[in-house]
């Protein structure tokens, strides 16, 4: 079939692949711009696809909640560096995949790849943001709670850190501000577990084991260990479970007993770039690596 100049240009400026490459993969899918565009990045010669291999561990995480606020979601959504997720168009790109959230029970990040706004997927239009931007960047992962009676999101440092809260009790202006501190306590404190309650028999039997060997390591009587775990475990408690936890804004008194009536179901709290390698190199570094390969 004839593929006019037109169509080739427009698949290149989404995929910034060469002409002739864009001109091959309109011809083997039969003109279909999406299917050419998939057909470029499956032959790793879209430069969107180039960049994939590399390490996209900055950026931001979103947050939204539903107009009833009865819905909240988080979303990690990752670059290369700093200064891209100052873009616009990535906070754009990042407040509608937070949008998508709340309005669609996705299970997989998958899922919200596939998902086709005016016949497009997400994972096109993102691919499209990589190469106009230059830079690689990633959907990592996303949060979504649900409630019969209100959630709360919080993000500090400007979206280094997103929590999402799950609450029940009576909808009011006190426990709404209840609930944005304890969202802030989450950023702050990071808690393991919700309650004590919570933590498994295997977890528990691990830290006693562990606290036990410090314990006769450090030459303590046998017969006053059991005693001393006793006050270790309330210790890890107070440390790794938020209803244990000292409040932040008043380490008198425990998160549980901060929030009274109202009940935290659960809470989702995402750090940016947690478990991801960091690039390290500098500037100089980098440009001195491309030009010897």
């Known amino acids: ?50 960049k994939a291999s590399r390490i996209a561990a900055e950026g931001l995480v979103f947050n939204a909640i539903s107009n009833d606020e009865k819905i909240a979601a988080l979303v990690e959504f990752n670059s290369e ?74 993000l500090h440092m400007g979206g280094k850190i997103g929590v999402a809260l799950q609450l029940e009790g009576d909808v009011t202006d006190e426990n709404k501000t209840k609930a944005k501190d304890i969202a802030m306590h989450v950023a702050a404190m990071s808690p ?29 009587p046998e017969k006053i260990i059991d005693n001393i775990l006793i006050g270790k475990m309330n210790k890890f408690f107070e440390e790794n479970c938020l209803f244990q936890q000292k409040f932040v804004k008043d380490d008198k008194i425990t998160v549980g007993s901060y929030a009274g009536s109202m009940k935290v179901v659960s809470f989702v709290r995402f750090k940016l770039g947690e478990g991801l390698e960091k690039r ?10 491309q030009m010897k390969g």
């Open 192 to 220: 393991d577990f919700l309650d004590k309650f919570e933590v498994t028999q295997d977890i528990l039997d691990k830290e006693r084991a562990i606290l036990k060997a410090q314990l006769i390591e450090q030459g303590k």
């Open 1 to 50: 079939m004839s593929i006019s100049a037109k169509l080739v240009m427009e698949l290149r400026a989404k995929t910034d692949a060469g002409m002739m490459d864009c001109k091959k993969a309109l011809i083997e899918t039969n003109g279909d711009l999406e299917a050419a565009t998939d057909y470029l990045r499956e032959k790793g010669m879209s430069k969107a696809a180039k």
């Open 280 to 289: 390290n190199e500098d500037f100089a570094a980098e440009v001195e690596a």
């Open 81 to 154: 560096t700093d200064f891209v997720a100052k873009n616009d168009e990535f906070k754009s790109f990042g407040n509608l995949l937070t949008k998508l959230v709340i309005e669609n029970d996705f299970k997989t990040v998958e899922e919200l790849k596939a998902f086709e706004i005016d016949g497009s997927k997400i994972e096109t239009k993102l691919s499209e943001l990589i190469a106009k931007i230059g830079e690689h960047m990633n959907i990592r992962r996303f949060g979504r709670v649900i409630s019969d009676s209100f959630v709360t999101t919080y």
